[in-house]
Nanobody
Framework: QVQLVESGGGLVQAGGSLRLSCAVS????????ITWFRQAPGKEREFAAG????????YYADSVKGRFTISRDNSKNMVYLQMNSLKPEDTGAYYC?????????????????WGQGTQVTVSS
């Protein structure tokens, strides 16, 4: 059974940083693509960042490129999202998900398993 558990969200001022964690069970992060999506209030869930099992390629939405970094620890079977220079528009629930496809798909419909999400709130 695949389970994903996100943690690390919180309230931070604009310009601050947070590090989100995604604990994965039932799949091996080294053999799968892991993706972070986010959902702002009243908006659709959108792709934020993904890391491919193939060649460790990482992929970012234009809105977060240069500020967010996705990484993984194969020994812990975990994936992280380091978020720097946070902006109020980064506010939302952040979810991680897993796929066997590489590079990681950017459409949420491509994913079957989701965590419960972790809330990020950036104040201005």
């Amino acid at each position: 059974q695949v389970q994903l558990v996100e943690s690390g969200g919180g309230l931070v001022q604009a310009g601050g940083s947070l590090r989100l964690s995604c604990a994965v069970s039932g799949r091996t992060v080294s053999d799968n693509s892991i993706t972070w999506f986010r959902q702002a209030p009243g908006k659709e869930r959108e792709f934020a960042a993904g890391i491919s099992w193939s060649f460790d390629g990482s992929y970012y939405a234009d809105s977060v490129k240069g500020r967010f970094t996705i990484s993984r620890d194969n020994s812990k079977n975990m994936v992280y999202l380091q978020m720097n220079s946070l902006k109020p528009e980064d506010t939302g629930a952040y979810y991680c998900t897993v796929s066997s496809v590489a590079p990681p798909p950017r459409a949420q419909e491509s994913y079957r398993f989701w965590g419960q999400g972790t809330q990020v709130t950036v104040s201005s």
